[in-house]
């Protein structure tokens, strides 16, 4: 089965740094996807990781240690527009993803 | 290009009723999804296809049939509607399967069943 795991909501203050964790337990791993979702739209591609480490990409990063079963989601310079939801996705040649975190960012 | 488009954006339906979720897509991918999405949860996969002639399950299949006669159309039947398929619904689609394919989706449908 799969198993994975992201905090339901985080808040931070324009122009801060926030970290969106998840932690996965799955049958299969080929990499792992970040998505984002504003709401009451579909979700975007943001990131992909297969190998362990950091990718970054303009004011967003994506971190995964395959090992521990754990990937990061970290967005710098928080902009109004980046309030949405952040959906992880294990890629076990179909995605399963997580719940989704919602992120408030507030003036 | 349109990208993933899917038809209608919104639909309410009675117990028991029959309907049909369209979905196309005009970037000659191989490989289509769809998945249901309830309100404070992941997306979850209904069916899926990598190819035309061929689909096989996903994780929440049960009431729901799939079809795929051409690469562009992947169309969803509901054919016994109940309040549990309450539900928003996303098709996508992608080049390959997942690893290192992005899935691009479509606006999806809001499906009420009353």
């Known amino acids: 089965g799969q198993n994975i795991d992201q905090p339901t909501e985080m808040t931070a203050t324009e122009g801060a740094i926030v970290q969106i964790n998840c932690t996965y337990q799955?049958?299969?791993?080929?990499?792992l996807f970040w998505y984002q979702q504003h709401a009451g739209e579909a979700p975007t591609f943001l990131s992909y990781?297969?190998?362990?480490g950091l990718e970054e990409k303009g004011r967003f990063s994506s971190f995964l240690s395959r090992s521990k079963g754990y990937s990061y989601l970290l967005l710098k310079e928080l902009q109004m527009k980046d309030s949405a939801s952040y959906l992880c996705?294990?890629?076990?040649?179909?995605?399963?993803f997580g719940a989704g975190t919602t992120v408030t960012v507030r003036a | 290009n349109a990208g993933v488009t899917q038809t209608p954006k919104f639909r309410i339906l009675k117990i028991g009723q029959s309907m049909t979720l369209q979905c196309a897509q005009d970037?000659?991918?191989?490989?289509m999804y769809w998945y249901r999405q309830d309100p404070g949860m992941g997306l979850k996969l209904i069916y899926y296809?990598?190819?035309?002639?061929?689909?096989d399950k996903g994780e929440v299949p049960n009431g729901y049939n799939v079809s795929r006669s051409t690469t562009e159309d992947f169309p969803l039947r509901l054919e016994l509607a109940a309040p549990s398929q309450t539900s928003v619904y996303f098709c996508?689609?992608?080049?390959?399967?997942?690893?290192?394919?992005?899935?691009?989706f479509g606006p999806g449908t809001r499906l009420t069943v009353l």
């Open positions: 996508a689609s992608s080049y390959g399967l997942a690893s290192y394919n992005e899935q691009f």
């Open positions: 799955t049958s299969g791993f080929n990499g």
């Open positions: 990781n297969v190998l362990d």
């Open positions: 996705a294990v890629d076990d040649y179909k995605l399963s």
């Open positions: 970037m000659n991918h191989n490989y």
């Open positions: 296809s990598v190819g035309a002639g061929i689909t």
